[in-house]
C-alpha cells in the first residue's frame, strides 16, 4: 500500500495531516499541502509577493487601457 503524502508545511512544529488531493498543491511554489495550510497566506509562500505583484500589474493594465478622455471642449 502507498504511503500518504503528508502536508510540506516548513515550521517549528511539522503538520502531520494527509495532502488534499485536489486542491492541495500551492499553485505558486508547486509544494503539496493539506486543508489547514493550502492557502498561500496559511503556509507563508516565497512566492506570494511575486502573484501579488504580477496581479497589480495585470489590474493596472487592464484599468488604463479602460480609461475614457473626456473631449475638450472648445470655448468661443
Known sequence: ???KKRC???AET???SAVLRIV???PHCRSEFCGAHRLPEHH???KLE???QQAFERNKAK???ERTVASKMATA
Do not use: W
Open 50 to 52: 511575486d502573484c501579488r
Open 24 to 26: 492541495g498543491q500551492c
Open 8 to 10: 510540506q508545511l516548513q
Open 44 to 46: 507563508n509562500c516565497n
Open 14 to 16: 511539522p503538520c502531520n
Open 63 to 65: 484599468l488604463e487601457s
Open 1 to 3: 500500500m502507498a504511503v
